[in-house]
């Protein structure tokens, strides 16, 4: 039996000379343990006064996580807290059984132009979590645990690997992992983990004879660890984790519910219809916009605005 179970391409779309590459969900593989969402955003640039403004929006039932490798980006929510965040450090914003947010361009960087590059990724919250309390953590580049391994330097993003923990939260068994490896080489997955995937940046790897290349994710068989082998120099993200089962995706909502999430959909509607006053969902203090929900009448932007959005 094949070490890869399948092997799943980044769909590519451009939105306003900002590309977006979905891995996660697929077709044929949801999800990958926990991990119910992947999207590569950029490498992108932009020019002096532009950038990305996701307008308000509601979550339920998952985590988010931003991880960049250029740039920065501003991120707001209902709970009053607002964080830039940038190179090597993470935001993890837990909606529990709601939250609203928004992800922009902040002035500094609106100004002066700037790449940007990163990954953002959903992971759903296990059964018995899914209606927790909203939270909101970020943690700096030098907390996040450094070591090398197989010729490689590996970040710990999320989770245990190779006796190594990770101080962000986790709501279930995980691992998530940044590693830059040089051509030759070889990075000998952890083990323990349930399910797990490889998505490589850029660069080029090889599994027991079989090439991924960039913009790819290797998807592996139950039970599988292998050696990734490196044959050009490479960025690679590492996922994986305890299966949590059955999670319906709708929208930015997440829940083992079908019904839970036709609720939320309802809130979100309700609140837009009150203004966003004593409603389920609130918007982030000092944010006026939102986003409709697919289909509805967007009468929350000016008509001028277009969404430069990555994960809306």
């Not at 999800?31 to 590569?40: A, I, K, Q, Y």
Request: aromatic residues 8%; hydrophobic residues 40%; charged residues 20%.
């Amino acid at each position: 039996m094949s070490e890869i179970e399948r092997i799943i391409p980044g769909r590519k779309k451009e939105l306003g000379g900002f590309s977006v590459a979905r891995v996660l969900p697929f077709a044929k593989r949801r999800r990958v343990g926990p991990f119910v969402f992947f999207d590569e955003m950029g490498p992108a640039t932009f020019a002096p006064g532009h950038g990305i403004d996701v307008r308000p929006h509601p979550h339920i039932g998952l985590s988010t996580v931003t991880y960049l490798f250029e740039g920065e980006m501003d991120h707001a929510d209902t709970l009053g807290v607002h964080q830039t965040i940038r190179p090597g450090e993470v935001n993890l914003m837990t909606a529990g059984r709601g939250i609203t947010h928004s992800e922009r361009t902040g002035p500094a960087a609106r100004k002066a132009g700037q790449d940007l590059h990163g990954i953002q990724i959903w992971i759903a919250l296990p059964d018995g979590s899914e209606e927790i309390e909203p939270a909101f953590h970020h943690h700096a580049a030098a907390e996040l645990p450094e070591f090398e391994r197989g010729g490689a330097m590996l970040r710990l993003i999320l989770g245990t690997a190779y006796e190594h923990r990770s101080p962000v939260k986790a709501y279930s068994p995980i691992v998530y992992i940044h590693a830059e490896a040089p051509a030759g080489a070889a990075i000998d997955l952890p083990r323990g983990h349930g399910e797990l995937a490889a998505y490589v940046v850029s660069g080029a790897i090889e599994i027991a004879g079989e090439p991924v290349s960039a913009g790819h994710m290797a998807v592996f068989a139950p039970g599988e660890a292998p050696v990734l082998r490196v044959r050009a120099d490479s960025r690679i993200m590492i996922l994986g984790g305890a299966n949590i089962g059955e999670r319906h995706i709708d929208w930015n909502f997440v829940s083992s519910s079908k019904a839970r999430i036709e609720q939320a959909r309802a809130d979100w509607r309700a609140s837009i219809a009150g203004g966003f006053k004593n409603t389920p969902f609130v918007l982030p203090p000092g944010e006026h916009e939102w986003i409709p929900l697919p289909g509805d009448a967007d009468t929350g932007a000016p008509p001028e605005q277009t969404e430069d959005c990555p994960t809306s």
